[in-house]
């Protein structure tokens, strides 16, 4: 099986913590050269610090910029990419906060909109042309189980995530005739900051104590354990190595069987 990613150039956005990175470290081991990006420089260049690499052959970078602010993230993005062609795009950032669908306010869904769809079409805009001239490419997006069953108390983020999703399997269609793959990869409960975010929402909403909230998460998980970030990220890498030239347009969810959909 070829996990080869050598010669390849990654952005993973999100990638200062948590499941972006996992999945740059994941990308990193596999020999592609990593460009991370997220709002805060410092923990960027100390996770860049961290990456595996092979000298002279992984060059790994970072970019601070906020994904919702679309005049810095294209100049920055397409300075990039017109230095060092992007072949893998893995499209990740913070969830919305928690709370009903129907108690958000339009300025909610806005910028929920703006961070996710919005930040995800302006990147793959300026990463495709370089994937078209090589030939390959691989967009790969973190997006939630919540796009085949909406979680509940998530209602900004399971609208924002089924729009990723239609978007996304759109786009596998354009893109498929030029080597380009485009997938989602669905994390379940995963150790994270998102998690503890959550856990937080849920003592607030239900006023149960935290080992409470997090006994009936686990109730629903055959794997009776939240994920490590590192397993999301092995999916995300798997779906950018040459391996998965033939996976395109799916969604897969790494959520320990949690999901009762097939
Ligand atoms: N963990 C879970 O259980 C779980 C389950 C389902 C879905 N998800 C989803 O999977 C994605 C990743 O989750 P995670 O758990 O890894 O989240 P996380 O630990 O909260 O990490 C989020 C990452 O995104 C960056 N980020 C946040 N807002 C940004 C912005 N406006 N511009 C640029 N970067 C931004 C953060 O870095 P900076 O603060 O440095 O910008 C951080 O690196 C999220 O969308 C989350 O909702 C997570």
């Known amino acids: 099986m070829d996990l080869n990613l050598t010669g390849r150039h990654a952005l993973v956005c999100g990638a200062s913590e948590g499941i972006g990175r996992a999945a740059a470290h994941e990308l990193a081991l596999l020999g592609a050269s990593v460009t991370l990006l997220a709002r805060r ?3 960027l260049a100390e996770v860049m610090a961290a990456l595996p690499r092979t000298p002279g052959e992984q060059h790994h970078d970072g970019i601070a910029v906020d994904v ?12 990039l990419a017109a230095a060092r062609p992007i072949h893998i795009l893995v499209n990740n950032t913070g969830g ?3 709370g009903r669908a129907i108690d958000a306010a339009a300025d909610d869904y806005l910028a929920a909109f703006h961070r996710h769809l919005l930040a995800n079409q302006l990147l793959a805009q300026l990463t495709v042309p370089g994937m078209r001239a090589a030939g390959w490419g691989r967009i790969i997006n973190v997006v939630s189980t919540s796009v085949k069953e909406p979680i509940a108390n998530l209602g900004v983020s399971n609208t924002i995530r ?4 239609s ?3 759109t786009l596998s269609k354009e893109l498929g005739a030029y080597g380009i793959t485009v997938n989602n990869v669905l994390p379940g ?7 503890d975010q959550i856990l937080r929402d849920r003592v607030q909403a239900t ?3 935290e080992a409470a909230v997090s006994a009936a998460m686990l109730a629903t998980v055959p794997a009776g354990r939240f994920a490590e970030a590192h397993e999301v990220a092995a999916a995300i890498a798997f779906l950018a190595t040459p391996a998965a030239g033939y ?16």
């Open 41 to 43: 420089a410092d923990v």
């Open 68 to 79: 919702a602010d679309a005049a810095p993230l294209q100049a920055k993005v397409s300075a």
């Open 96 to 98: 919305p906060p928690g």
């Open 162 to 165: 089924g729009a990723v999703a």
């Open 167 to 169: 978007w996304a399997k």
């Open 189 to 195: 409960y995963t150790r994270t900051g998102r998690l």
């Open 207 to 209: 006023g149960k104590d």
């Open 247 to 262: 996976v395109n347009g799916v969604s897969l969810a790494v959520d320990g069987g949690r999901m009762q959909s097939i």
